[in-house]
């Protein structure tokens, strides 16, 4: 009786080292298997913002997936890596479209994608049906991972991300206006996109709850360049900060706008990494220098290899990363790859099988893994469902005459959260 | 049109309809506008301030809609493709602006340096212009109306296209001119100096196209082949040519529009800046009536107007939150009510049958 347990216990370990892909050379995982033929490729996608006034983005999230896989030598587990580019627009319409592309190539084993949250809630739903991951590298709406669909909660099973999720980068905009410019009052913009309103809500209800006082929310259109209407009524409401993380170029027509406006000419003025680019403070104009910016912020030597090899190799060709998210590329695209890696399984005839379900396992199971942004491990709580950044790789910037004059860029660092009194919180 | 038709003539629900329409917009307004005054929320400078960027926005507005009144008061058609010919003006024009800049001519002598700038976004625009009326319209004269309105959506997408491949997809910005930053105060009202600017410089081009329209010979062949091209042409005129310089005139004033944009508006300058005041100032040219040229150009300051003070003062004394967001649904809703209250427009006077 006891050898019968002790096979039975045998045998169950066995299949179930082998079982996530294979049994008897078929496929057992609950979502099927990427099947890799002999010669074949392995191949994964990026759906990225490539086109449109937020293709900067995509440029530096592709530069950083193109590095990752050239940190291989283009190979994993014997293959070429193969890397099929997918444009998503910065829009839910353009992801869905991409997604479907993607859904509909079965070789496709893993997606970096999206750029803009948007894109992501038109994406997932498809990508997550297809039985496929994807992993983001910018999207930061806390909607993405919050499965309560009750609280706009818009999860779905194989998202994960690189990002950080707002409800940090927002939180730390509250705290930094509370802690550093001792503001009381505080105005919100946003642009109807979920990235800006989700850092909008988010920085109201911190700030509400540091005992500050949110005295305006409002929204401008995108596309708006009159931006008078609105600045008139934030005056009105007396703010001593307006927080706006909207994208360029609505943010650059707030900044330069505001300070002719009468009551908000000495207001300062905080926007997001959604504004995070050089070219921000060149066209705000003078307007620009004053200008508080949360944005990603990551440091160390490994990062500063990265930047060496990003200036040899020149993807995209430019000679430094346009914005703030390649590192966060790079770590997906690693991550992505070292699952696929653990889970792959090769059959006699040399195909490869990697099992999606295995996949995703492999991903939620990330924990402490050692990356250019930190120290990333995969969460499960319900707020933060596959959000593997912890946003420690976070800073406030503030931008100064030499970023309006003279084009240096990034912006000298004032805060970041190692500073904050509730540091511990 | 009589008020209240229904009682005297036989009662018709449309009318009806149209009725209580027009009486619940009037109630919402007066009671929007009165609930935001009695509040005292936004003070009697900050008004004018708003008045004022509408009016500067509306000039804008008014130059290139006076595009979309010229060629349609000639040939009929909606050149929809109009606002990319003033996004080729105003992007090109901000690669010169730049150097100018660099070389410190721009704040020199910068009355000088913007008037170079006008001429070549003009140029540049009415070369635009011109090319498109000879390959995409020309062609298609004489065929049904639908044709060259479909024709001109898909000219409007080339051009785009075309200048996203030649000048890259990122956001440019216009440098600004020192001497027209900072503002003329009156009491506590402060008027930036730009917008005054704006406005001014408008009004000259606008008393130009009038000049040209009304007192020259080609100006005399415009308004005969806008009456009748067969007689027109029985009389000797070029018609060919007095479209083509119709086309010319409209992306000359786009073009301009494009500059004074950027002095005023310096940030947002990419392919698609075109799309959105093309819309706005199709539908100022609309409101003033269309094909009428003192029309577009109170349709254009009149649009201008209402964005910026009607969120503010109806929407929001109305209670309806994010009013500001709501500026668009304003113009367009003065589309509409227009279309259905006035189609002729506020100048526009009833089209003959063989003109509509």
Known sequence: MKRLFLLLAVLTMLIGLSAPALADGHCMDALGCVEVAPDDPIVIASILAMSGPASFYGADTLGGIELAIMGRDGMLLGRDIELVEEDSFCAAEGGQAAAQRVAADESIAGVIGTTCSGAAQGAMPIISEAGMLMISSSNTSPSLTNDDADAGGTYYPGYFRTAHNDLFQGAMGAQFAVEVLKAGKVATIHDGDPYTEGLAVVMASVFDGLNGEVVFQGAVSKGDTDMSAILTEIAASGPDVVYLPVFVPESEFLVSQAANTPGLEDTVMMTADGSFSATFAQNTGEAAAGVYMTGPHVSGDAYDAFLAMWAEEQPGGTDAPPSGFHAHAYDGTNLLLDAIEAVAEEMDDGTLVIGRQALREAMQAVENYDGLTGTLTCQEAPLYNGDCATGTALAVFEITEAQVNEGAWPPPIVWDLSMSMGASG | ?356
């Open chain 2, 1 to 356: 049109m009589s008020i209240f038709k229904w009682k005297t003539d036989e009662f018709s629900w449309v009318d009806f309809t149209i009725d209580v329409l027009r009486v619940l917009i009037v109630l919402g307004v007066v009671v929007g506008a009165w609930n935001t005054l009695s509040s005292g929320r936004i003070s009697f400078a900050q008004w004018v301030n708003l008045f004022a960027a509408g009016l500067s926005q509306g000039s804008i507005y008014a130059l290139i809609a006076l595009g979309y009144t010229l060629v349609y008061g000639i040939l009929l058609m909606i050149n929809f493709a109009h606002g990319e010919v003033f996004m080729a003006g105003a992007f090109s024009t901000v690669f010169l602006a730049e150097a100018l800049n660099r070389t410190g001519f721009l704040n020199e002598q910068p009355l000088l340096a913007i008037l170079l700038m006008i001429l070549f976004a003009g140029l540049v625009s009415m070369t635009v212009a011109i090319l498109l009326e000879r390959v995409a319209y020309r062609p298609l004269r004489g065929s049904p109306r639908l044709v060259p309105l479909i024709t001109a959506i898909g000219a409007s997408f080339f051009l785009q296209y075309t200048f996203r491949g030649l000048y890259g997809s990122g956001f440019k910005a216009y440098p600004q001119v020192k001497i027209l930053q900072g503002v003329i105060s009156i009491g506590d009202i402060n008027i930036p100096i730009v917008q005054i600017f704006v406005f001014c410089s408008a009004l000259i081009l606008m008393l130009g196209l009038y000049w040209l329209v009304e007192r020259t010979r080609i100006g005399k062949a415009m308004r005969a082949v806008s009456e009748n091209k067969e007689v027109a042409r029985l009389m000797g005129i070029d018609i060919d040519w007095v479209i083509m310089f119709t086309f010319g005139v409209g992306g000359f004033l786009a073009g301009s529009a494009g500059v004074i944009n950027g002095m005023f508006r310096p940030q947002g300058v990419n392919f698609f800046m075109g799309f959105i005041p093309g819309i706005k100032a199709f539908t100022a040219a609309v409101l003033g009536g269309i094909g009428n040229i003192p029309g577009a150009m109170l349709g254009g300051l009149f649009l201008g107007v209402i964005e910026a003070i009607g969120p503010n003062l109806v929407l929001a004394g109305l209670g309806i939150p994010g009013a500001n967001q709501l500026k668009d649904v304003i113009a367009f809703t003065m589309l509409v009510l227009v279309l259905i209250f006035r189609p002729q427009g506020i100048l526009g006077e009833r089209l003959s049958e063989q003109k509509a």
